[in-house]
């Protein structure tokens, strides 16, 4: 073949199999996304359509690829969790990482205008992702705590801080200070005290992030054993 | 910290930093793209509009990333070439990795409607990505000609496949069957002969790919040395 | 510092920490031990004062590194199994793959005078070694089994084998052929009917390999647990 | 096959191979070698045995692999190259990392009693290993130069340092702060001045290590190149 003398350079291919027998989970995080928001016009602490469309760029990747059977997503990150059996792909890193990541981002895009539709793109943002191994259920189990109760901390300082300032007219580094070393049950109290808010009340998807669950179900054939 | 108990699981977060001093490349590949290319009437054996928004896609992540030096496309794939000292996020694979793919499909979404202003896109479309390292410029150079005789010769094939079942009305099997084993100098004269094509008139995006290359300004203070 | 100009050719040393919470298995096997075995006249088809050796390179791994719960030898091949969260330098695979093949080749070399009293070393042997990482106990007692069933396998083989080269004065070439396809039934029966051997009697070390146990003492403190 | 069940637990290990075109040091290091010195009354600041010794063992491993072209040993180290080319084992990190070391391990026990006649050997040492890849020649000639350079400054701080201690009856902690910040001139000095040493007298290799070289021998097949 004509380009025979070239293809020496495949051999610079090496392979990149993942432990068999071990969890894949694949986060997904917003690059550059706090000017993101802004130049979008987030609202803040929290904007719906946002946290949608993060949901609804998952919802995609879930749909697509079978052996995802739990996602967790908060802010503008994604979490996805695959069997430990999997043979996707023969469990080759680069090619799993790409593909979950690519559909994330090209559907967070391709869904944006139902969701913002009143607000143009100004330009496309794009994510980063990594694959991190867990060997056992317990470790997996760990993670997604480790990352709601991350959803749990962020959401409350947010909530407190934003508060200072869209409705104290504190300015963003008063409003720092202000917070700054205060416990759990100090930013309850200044929400309720000074601005009437029942942190406990506001929506879910705000203080405990986003679960997606594949629902598997009986039939006559042997179903897929639990995580 | 509240959550400290969790955070133990990051310590199966593992370094990946990929080899100091050798030239990296990241190509990127359509995934599923025969399926997209029919849902999308991509015109057949090229699509210019879906060429140019590939070169559009790839300026966006050259823009961005100043240590790529070169990048080459052709059909549904592009290969970036980054600067054997880039010291991009401290060179972890999957950061580079994820990053310059997420941004190539999140423009490449973004830069649809220019491109296709009279089609819809009918779903997200996604690729996947690998980053291979090459020691030497040798290397490098075989690297780009290889992706580009295999332009050719996909091309080549492809133009006179296309001829038999456009204009001279053969079935694809039978096309398949009357190019088999023909070589180059039989396809130029079948296109030549039956279809008057003269192959080397055919635009040169076609039949060479597309090519984007950073230019160096010279200034008072040293510029980058040639690859 | 003098040499500081050159100590950037450290930084092309990467990380190559193992993952956490995974069984590590060390395997080490001879290299080119048919030679070896037969320079040095070692008996067939078991020589015991060899497999004696292997145990006492194996122990003297085992007595060094304290994480190593567990070893298995047969022939001239041993695995060594460590705790699943052991943090021995840092779980750096070069470091623990070398240490623990330098100090059983060592070991190896400086025991061979005890038990080759009469058999002088002609040259250095020298063994090879990997490491596979299990997430689950499961996977490791079939790594075990595998081995054994290896064992058993090989060993019944062997000692049909060399019954017909030794005693029934066979031709290497006339023995495999005899054994060629032969259940495992049939060869029992050939050692018994034609040389008298009940293979159940043999040496359980040749027919079982060896296994070495780290013995946990109850104590006031708490123990590591079991595996 | 009796053991089918079990062989599942091979796709457990992973392939390892290095990226082709890259040249491999292996450096092997002792392991508790200062203990050891001390166990075998080494002599101080160079025990001339010792060193052969490794270079001896270090002899046996370049005999035994054609693709190692160079190696460089000083005190308890010793690094190998291999061609950028080598196939050696298809590259497998694992299988070469193991194999020199084995080898340098056994040789060393194995020609202990040659070079030191009158000490016995009390217990196995042993050694660690590792690879690093370098892209270019360059980067393998700065590695040398870095490791000789170590060389240059540990030998020229020993010497003063034993000076002072076996001659001038100085503490060893009261050596330490005597040498502490002085720079490479002053430690010339002190040895001429206070203890008659010419250090440029002293035999080359305390101060410059060992360098083992394969000679090519000029025949009618094309030889390999130089590195």
């Known amino acids: 073949m004509a380009g025979s003398r070239y293809t020496y350079v495949k051999k610079f291919e090496l392979p990149d199999n993942l432990l068999p027998g071990t969890y894949m989970v694949v986060r997904i995080d917003g690059h550059g996304f706090h000017r993101f928001c802004d130049q979008h016009s987030f609202t803040r602490p929290n904007d719906e359509r ?45 090619k799993i990482l790409s593909l979950l990541l690519s559909l994330f981002t090209s559907s967070y ?80 109290e200044l929400l309720f005290s000074r601005f009437g808010v029942n942190y406990n009340k506001i929506d879910a998807r705000f203080r405990k992030g986003s679960v997606l669950v594949r629902e598997t179900q009986a039939t006559s054939t042997p179903v897929r054993p639990p995580l």
């Not at 994604?78 to 996707?88: A, E, H, I």
């Not at 994510?127 to 189990?141: H, M, T």
């Not at 504190?170 to 416990?183: P, R």
Request: hydrophobic content about 40%; cysteine-free.
């Open 50 to 94: 946002a946290l949608k469309l993060m949901d609804r760029a998952a919802q995609s990747v879930m749909e697509e690829y079978a052996d995802i059977t739990l996602a967790f997503g908060q802010s503008d990150e994604y979490s996805f969790l695959l069997r430990k059996d999997t043979k996707m792909h023969n469990r080759r890193q680069s």
């Open 109 to 188: 895009i391709f869904h944006w205008p139902k969701h913002f539709s009143d607000v143009e793109l100004k330009y496309p943002p794009s994510f980063d992702a990594r694959i991190i191994l867990y060997p056992s259920s317990q470790e997996v189990k760990d993670y997604f705590a480790w990352r709601q109760v991350d959803t749990h901390i962020n959401n409350l300082y947010n909530t407190a801080f934003w508060a200072l300032v869209q409705q104290a007219g504190e300015s963003t580094t008063q409003a720092h200070a202000l917070l700054k070393g205060t416990q759990s049950a100090q930013k309850h």
